[in-house]
């Protein structure tokens, strides 16, 4: 009513609700300088994955949201690993390997100009063998000249060559055509049971050696059952139901968990996208941390990669038996410091080893699983921001005083404010509501985000 009164165009807001469904994953494979970075940036619609002139880079993100005809679905840009002395071939084998495991379809990126060569070929082999769905892309075709370069690819055996110049965007719309055709329509969905009232969806994550599979053999004991299985489950072997706490719990990419990878350049990079991909399919991130040790860069790095995807997120501290009163304190210190910006996320201090507080880790992921699905009804949002904003009015600014008029909640999982002001909303008055609305209404365990939009 009041969003009438002020004019506003409630419709518009309804429209915002778009509440978490998983978006499928297209793995982009083929080896270093084919275009794959190229490519990645034609399909996102950005220069946002900086386009290296060395291999060797390690670029931070792996994984982007791209849109086409009205779909939404995640690209993995395979090209980040690092050529070291294991032998090009070897190398891009094992590690476009991983990347094909985590997605739901591959865009296989061959230099039609260059043709297919014996990496090509090894990289066919991988492919077929993963049984997953493939787009042959037929790369740096710029003019008319070379497309019998791209039908010459027709010998690879893997269908149709789509012809493509990913630095024009020549034929790129009938390639993306074809990469929706492939990919499923959303990963969990044709297992409509599994969504509505089924499984949730838990990430377990973590730097490597902070214990993920010590925990999973805990928790799992000996019940445990590789998801495909169950007939008619799902046909992604990677995932598993574990018992716990009396309920099934779909535990994602647990085969990325239990094979160790080795230790070789770009691992890490495949870790991230592993990461990136289970975050991705997941409802619930539990985030492990191996609490003996200083926390690293790469765990404040991995705590951020669930809270940019939106996920629910617990903090479980493991090899707790190993624990000092030194260390403790130590610990505490470094919570306060780098890991502010996830107070709201519920804590587990746990040992995988001995078994303790794992009886915990089911609440913790239930609390954070309520406080990301919360709806605050728009009566009692405006009543509480009403109060807010009488009580806490925005600084003066050039002689104005932004008000905020008016907030609805757009979204959950997780929870999405939009707040419709008569000003510029300082950035600092924004974490003043994000922090009020937390003490409020709860939102344990949830990242919470707040949009405003200024009224004309
Ligand atoms: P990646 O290693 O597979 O990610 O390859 P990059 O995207 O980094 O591209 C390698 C090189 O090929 C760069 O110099 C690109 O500018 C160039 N390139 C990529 N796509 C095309 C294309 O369609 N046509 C031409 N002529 N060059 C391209
Ligand atoms: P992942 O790489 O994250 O899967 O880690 P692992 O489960 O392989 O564990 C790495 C090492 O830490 C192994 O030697 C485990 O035995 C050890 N570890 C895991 N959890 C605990 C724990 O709770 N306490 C102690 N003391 N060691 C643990």
């Known amino acids: 009513q009041l969003a009438e009164e002020e004019g506003f165009d409630l419709d518009e807001v309804g ?44 670029r931070d993100r792996v994984s982007y949201d791209a849109t086409w005809n009205g779909r939404r679905f995640k690209v993995v840009d395979t090209g980040g690993w690092e050529i070291d002395a294991l032998g090009l071939d070897g190398l891009v084998a094992q590690q476009a390997e991983q990347g094909i495991e ?4 591959v865009l ?20 077929r063998r993963s049984g997953k769905p493939v787009v042959l892309c037929a790369n740096k075709v710029d003019g008319p000249s ?34 929706l055709e492939a990919l499923p329509e959303a990963p969990e969905q044709q297992f409509g049971t599994l969504t509505v009232g089924g499984p949730r969806r838990v990430a377990l994550i973590g730097r490597p050696n902070v214990g993920k599979s010590s925990l999973l053999n805990k928790v799992a004991g000996e019940d445990r059952v590789v998801v495909n299985e169950l007939a008619g489950t ?14 099934t719990w779909k535990f994602i990419d647990t085969a990325g968990i239990r094979r160790r990878v080795h230790q070789t350049a770009g691992a890490d990079f495949y870790a991230s996208l592993r990461t990136a991909a ?33 996920r629910a997120v617990v903090i479980a501290y493991n090899k707790w038996d190993k624990m000092e009163d030194e260390r403790r304190y130590y610990l505490e210190r470094e919570i306060e410091q780098d890991l502010v910006q996830v107070q709201w996320a519920p804590r587990v201090n746990v040992s995988a080893r001995t078994g303790r507080h794992m009886e915990k880790l089911v609440p913790a992921i ?22 807010l904003v009488a009580a806490h009015p925005h600084p003066v600014r050039g002689g104005k005083q932004p008000r905020i008029l008016f907030g609805t909640q757009a979204g959950t999982k997780p929870p999405r ?27 344990v365990g949830t990242p919470i985000s707040i949009s405003v939009r200024v009224r004309e």
């Not at 010459?152 to 060559?161: D, F, H």
């Not at 492990?288 to 926390?295: F, G, I, K, Q």
């Open 102 to 105: 985590a997605a739901d379809a």
């Open 146 to 179: 070379a497309e019998a370069d791209a039908a010459a690819l027709w010998n690879l055996g893997l269908g149709e060559p789509y012809p493509v110049s990913a630095l024009h965007g020549r034929g790129s719309g009938d390639m993306l055509d074809a990469v």
């Open 278 to 310: 289970a975050l991705e399919k997941a409802e619930v991130a539990v985030v492990l941390v191996d609490a003996s040790e200083t926390l690293a860069e790469q765990d404040t790095r991995i705590i951020s990669m669930a809270v940019e995807a939106g």
């Open 366 to 387: 239930e609390a954070a699983l309520e406080g990301w699905e919360t709806r605050v009804p728009t009566a009692r949002l405006n009543a509480f921001l009403g109060e």
């Open 108 to 127: 296989f990126v061959v230099d039609a100009v260059v043709g297919a060569t014996d990496t090509d070929d090894a990289l066919v082999k991988l492919i």
């Open 15 to 58: 429209s915002l609700d778009e509440d978490h469904v998983p978006m499928p994953v297209l793995a982009v494979v083929g080896r270093p300088n084919v275009g794959k970075s190229t490519l990645v940036n034609r399909i996102i619609g950005r220069r946002e994955a900086v386009v290296e002139d060395r291999p060797g880079v390690t």
């Open 417 to 443: 404010f939009v707040l419709f002001a008569s000003g510029f909303i300082e950035a600092g008055y924004r974490r003043f509501i994000e922090r009020r609305l937390r003490e409020e209404f709860g939102f």
């Open 234 to 247: 799902t046909r992604d072997p990677v995932d598993e139901m574990i018992t716990l706490g009396g309920k």
